[in-house]
């Protein structure tokens, strides 16, 4: 001390060190805080005896400190302890460091919640403008196949449920969409009770084309005979009675459905369900729709030659696609019968080549059912367009004949329903299978 110049040579260090100016490298004459707050405390009369000083002060030897102090007067000397203010206040610091990083990170939280529910917000707008179809929202995307997309949707406005059709994008080309636009133009022509109703028909905002159709609930003549087998033969006639209905008004209006399958006929409940209506007969499915009492623009019909269930296809659609007419229709309607009569289609094979071969060239598979129904239907399968019944209404009369006989009522539909696991007992209980594709 004597060295740095802080006590005279001789002098006493108790309480009495001077501050040491770093900036003058010279001794300053004025004590430290502590020496200061202690000398004033003893010279006191109360004789206070301790102190601390907890504020950073220079030490003797500059550096920023703070201490604390006791006079021992049995001894006549007092004891001072001085702690780095950096070494004192590190703890401190290091807290201070959490809780900056922790209120940065509940900035960046903040910042990400508030851009997580911004983006949350354009992207249900973005949902609802792609849910926005004309008047239509859609509600729930309930079947799809390799051309369209079916939705289960309402109108905006009246609240009436519907079905949209909505062509797929990437078949959106010149002749996707001059299909689509001949597909729903024709089949709006159509109003009888047991063909599906078109209501509307547009463009989404994405430009997709999407139709508006009647909503069913039920199940397709696949699904029946797939979980329950061979059907009466009072209900394969009641329901070859509702295709040959719906087939007799487009055959008039010049229409060849030709893709009558059992996955293109659905059986739905119709009304509330007190008052319901079984086993209702509904056509679906218009996209092969072809039109003989007026040319076409383009060429769909070589276009579209591969399409079509061939197990359910007449001959000459194989052979010729271009010729079928009415009666290949009468040909799909009789194959359909066969399938509900039986429980498997009139050919089967490994591929479609063989079947394609077997419809072409091998005979007409027999019934054992032995009556007339089954010589209707053996009629309808008949390898010569000339051999078949020559309309629908001609296979309306015949069947007219047979239901007179062994009727298929609304009380047996009801209670097949009834007594059948799986079968639709109300509105939501029916499977919402829209072959509508």
Not at 99 to 108: D, E, G, M, N, P
Not at 362 to 378: N, Q, T
Request: charged share 25%; glycine share 6%.
């Amino acid at each position: 001390l004597e060295q740095r110049g802080a006590v005279k040579p001789g002098d006493s260090t108790i309480l009495s060190v001077r501050l040491h100016d770093l900036e003058t490298q010279q001794t300053a004459q004025r004590l430290t805080a502590l020496a200061t707050l202690a000398l004033d405390g003893i010279a006191r009369t109360d004789g206070e005896l301790a102190g601390e000083v907890l504020q950073p002060y220079t030490n003797y030897v500059g550096r920023q400190v703070i201490g604390a102090w006791r006079w021992l007067p049995q001894y006549g000397f007092g004891i001072a302890i001085e702690v780095g203010r950096d070494e004192v206040f590190a703890p401190l610091r290091r807290v201070e460091t959490a809780y900056r990083v922790i209120a940065a990170l509940a900035a960046l939280v903040l910042l990400a919640l508030l851009a997580a529910t911004l983006w949350i917000q354009v992207l249900r707008r973005q949902r609802d403008e792609a849910r926005q179809l004309g008047s239509y929202e859609l509600l729930e995307q309930i079947a799809e196949g390799g051309m369209a997309s079916v939705w289960r949707a309402r109108h905006r406005l009246l609240k009436r449920p519907v079905a949209i059709k909505l062509l797929s994008l990437r078949l959106a080309n010149d002749e996707g969409l001059a299909r689509f636009e001949r597909e729903v133009r024709l089949a709006s022509q159509l109003m009888h009770p047991n063909t599906v109703a078109i209501f509307d028909y547009g463009r989404s905002p994405a430009g997709e084309l999407f139709c508006a159709m009647e909503l069913l609930d039920g199940i397709t003549v696949q699904q029946l005979v797939e979980r329950h087998g061979s059907q009466p033969r009072a209900r394969v006639a009641y329901v070859m009675h509702g295709i040959a209905g719906s087939l007799s008004e487009a055959h008039e209006r010049g229409l060849v459905h030709r893709d009558i399958k059992p996955a293109n006929v659905m059986l739905c409940r119709v009304g509330t369900q007190s008052r319901a209506e079984f086993d209702v007969v509904k056509v679906l499915d218009f996209g092969l729709v072809k039109s003989v009492s007026e040319p076409h623009t383009r060429d769909l019909t070589r276009a579209l030659r591969i399409l079509g269930t061939p197990s359910y296809m007449a001959p000459e659609r194989i052979e010729h696609p271009e010729s079928a007419d009415i009666r290949s229709d009468i040909y799909s309607l009789g194959a359909l019968g066969y399938f509900m009569l039986v429980g498997h289609p009139p050919y089967q094979a490994e591929n479609d080549l063989a079947l394609a071969y077997q419809v072409v060239n091998a005979p007409v598979p027999e019934l054992d059912v032995g009556d007339s129904l089954a010589k209707l239907i053996r009629d309808c399968l008949q390898k010569s367009t000339e051999d078949r019944p020559q309309s629908a209404r001609q296979v309306l009369d015949l069947l007219d004949e047979l239901l007179r006989e062994s009727a298929w009522s609304s009380a047996d539909a009801r209670a097949w329903w009834t007594n059948h696991p799986g079968a639709p007992k109300s509105t939501t209980d029916f499977e919402p299978t829209l072959k509508q594709i």
